[in-house]
């Protein structure tokens, strides 16, 4: 990849990274491929060991 097409990456990047930040559900993860972007999200997590309380 040459250095121009990098540096468009990034841009094109950042600006998805912000436009999610200030407009996505902050509990989901996204994930952009070139062939197509995964919105999962976790309803609940239970844990499978027993956790130490303070």
Do not use: F
């Amino acid at each position: 990849m040459d250095q121009r097409m990098n540096k468009d990456v990034i841009e094109h990047a950042r600006a998805i990274s912000n436009w999610l930040r200030h407009s996505a559900n902050p509990y989901v993860s996204i994930e952009i491929t070139d062939a197509d972007v995964k919105v999962t999200s976790v309803e609940e997590s239970v844990p499978t060991t027993e956790v130490e309380k303070s």
